[in-house]
C-alpha cells in the first residue's frame, strides 16, 4: 500500500474552501439560534399573557410577557442587524463552487483539460477561485495563506492515470455525496413528519381549547398560547423546508447513482465529459437550495 494513496477529502481542498465553509457554518449557527430566540420569546409571551398571578402590585406572569417580548426582540435584532442567513447562504455558496472547481481541476474535467500546460491550468484554477473570492467579499473573510493555490493532493491526483482517478472521484465525490443525499434526504422526511404531526396535534388541541373557552368551561386563552407555538412551528419549518430539502436530496441522489454507469463505462476521450455531467448534478441540486431561500445562486459562478 502506497504511503500516501490517492484521495481529495475535505481536509484536502484549498484554504478558500476552509474559509467558506467556516463562515457558512457560523452564519448558519447564528441565524438558526436567532429564530429559536424568537419564537421561544413569542411563545413565552403568550404563555405570560395567558396566566394572572398577582403578588402585591406586581403581576408576576405579566413578568414573564415583559421578559418574553424582550427575549423575541433580542432575537429580531440578531436576525435584522446583520442578517446571518444572507452570510450563510453566500458562503455555502461559495465552499460548494470550491469544491466543484477543485475536483473538475484534480480530474481534469472542463475547463481544467488534462491537455492544458500545468502552468496554464493552475493560472485558470487560481482565476476562477479569485472570482468566486470577489463574488461573496462580504461573507467570506481571506484565508491565511495562499487559499487559491491547489492542494498536493489535488495535484496528485491530476497526475494520476484515467482509472486511478476514476477509482478516486466515483469513491470520494460522486458515490460518498450520494450516500449524503440519501442519509439527508431521510432525516428530513423524519423531521419533516414530526413537525407536521406535532403540529397538527397542537392545532387539533387549540381548536378543542377554543371550543371548551367559548362555551365559558374556563377563561383563561390556553388556545393564544398554542397558536403561538404553532406559528413558531411554522415559521421553523418554513426555514429548514424539509419536505422540499427531502425531495431535492432524493432526486439529487438518484441522478447520482445513474451518473455512476456512466462514470464506470467512460473511455478515456470522455472522461471530461462525464466528470462534468457529474458536477453538474450536483450543482443542480444546490443551486435549487439557494434559490428557494435567496436571490445568492445568480451571484456566484463555478
Given at each position: ?36 430566540i424568537r419564537s421561544a420569546g413569542a411563545v413565552a409571551a ?57 475536483w473538475r481541476y484534480a480530474v481534469g474535467a472542463d475547463p ?150 456512466t462514470l464506470m463505462s467512460a473511455a478515456e476521450d470522455e ?32
Open positions: 500500500m502506497p504511503a500516501n494513496p490517492l484521495g481529495l477529502d475535505d481536509p484536502q481542498l484549498p484554504g478558500f474552501f476552509h474559509a467558506a465553509d467556516t463562515a457558512s457554518l457560523r452564519g448558519q449557527r447564528i441565524a438558526l439560534w436567532g429564530n429559536r403568550a404563555i405570560g399573557g395567558a396566566f394572572t398571578l398577582a403578588v402585591g402590585s406586581f403581576d408576576l406572569w405579566a413578568l414573564v410577557a415583559l421578559i418574553g417580548f424582550i427575549v423575541a426582540f433580542g432575537g429580531e435584532l440578531i436576525l435584522g442587524v446583520k442578517p446571518p442567513e444572507r452570510k450563510w447562504y453566500m458562503a455555502r455558496a461559495a465552499a460548494e463552487s470550491m469544491k466543484t472547481l477543485s481544467f483539460f488534462v491537455t492544458l500546460p500545468d502552468g496554464d491550468a493552475e493560472k485558470l484554477f487560481r482565476a476562477r477561485v479569485g472570482q468566486v473570492a470577489r463574488q461573496v467579499s462580504e461573507a467570506v473573510a481571506p484565508p491565511q495563506g495562499d487559499g487559491a493555490a491547489p492542494t498536493e493532493a489535488m495535484e496528485a491526483l491530476r497526475a494520476a492515470t484515467t482509472e486511478q482517478q476514476r477509482e478516486v472521484y466515483l469513491r470520494d465525490r460522486t458515490r460518498a455525496q450520494r450516500d449524503w443525499y440519501t442519509r439527508k434526504s431521510n432525516s428530513n422526511a423524519r423531521a419533516s413528519f414530526a413537525w407536521r404531526t406535532t403540529l397538527v396535534v397542537a392545532e387539533l388541541v387549540a381548536i378543542t381549547l377554543a371550543a371548551l373557552r367559548f362555551a365559558g368551561v374556563w377563561d383563561i386563552d390556553l388556545a393564544g398560547v398554542l397558536a403561538a407555538f404553532i406559528g413558531a412551528g411554522a415559521a421553523w419549518l418554513a426555514l429548514k423546508q424539509h419536505t422540499t430539502l427531502e425531495s431535492a436530496y432524493s432526486l439529487t441522489a438518484a441522478e447520482l447513482q445513474k451518473q455512476d454507469a472522461w471530461a465529459v462525464a466528470v462534468a455531467d457529474a458536477e453538474e448534478a450536483i450543482s443542480r441540486e444546490h443551486t435549487m437550495w439557494l434559490a428557494s431561500r435567496s436571490d445568492v445562486n445568480e451571484q456566484i459562478g463555478q
